[in-house]
């Protein structure tokens, strides 16, 4: 299986915040935006490991500015790094300032998706080849959080996390 590159996976999908998807400040619902982000990082999941893909998690969201009713959204998503059977998934959200057109970064979040086949196994994916620094960290950031999360979960003992020994030792 031939790596790919983060960039092989982007996605982006803009569109515009109706007055059914807000709440009562008139700001999209969280809801909303948490359903657009796992649409498009669904979408960058299949596009890097060519296969059916499910969410096996939502590892981290920050909705650090709201996002006003009229507001053009772009969601921009791509594979950070690629395990044996899963992805890391990392996700911007922007807003179009209306008058300027300038993009201004509102909120970020981490997924996790594993490729199944068509019984619904998990199946190996392609490794990512990080090119830009930020991909790069992003990469060797997903890692840690892979060790922190398994960690947590109890299905690894913490002096079996390489990347974190230094937080328990």
Known sequence: MQAKTPEQSKTIMTDLVLPSETNPLNNLFGGELLARMD??????????????????????????????LGSVVTVEA???????????????????????????????????????DETGRPTTVPEINPETELEQQRYAAALRRKQLSLVLAGKMKPNEATELKALFS
């Open 39 to 68: 649409r498009c990082a669904s979408i960058a999941a299949r596009r890097h490991s060519r296969r059916i893909v499910v969410t096996a998690s939502v590892n981290h969201v920050a909705f650090n500015r709201s996002v006003p």
């Open 78 to 116: 791509k594979v950070s790094r690629a395990f044996k059977t899963s992805m890391e998934v990392f996700i911007d959200v922007w807003i179009e300032d209306r008058e300027s057109g300038l993009r201004d970064k509102a909120n970020e979040a981490i997924y996790t998706f594993v490729a199944v």
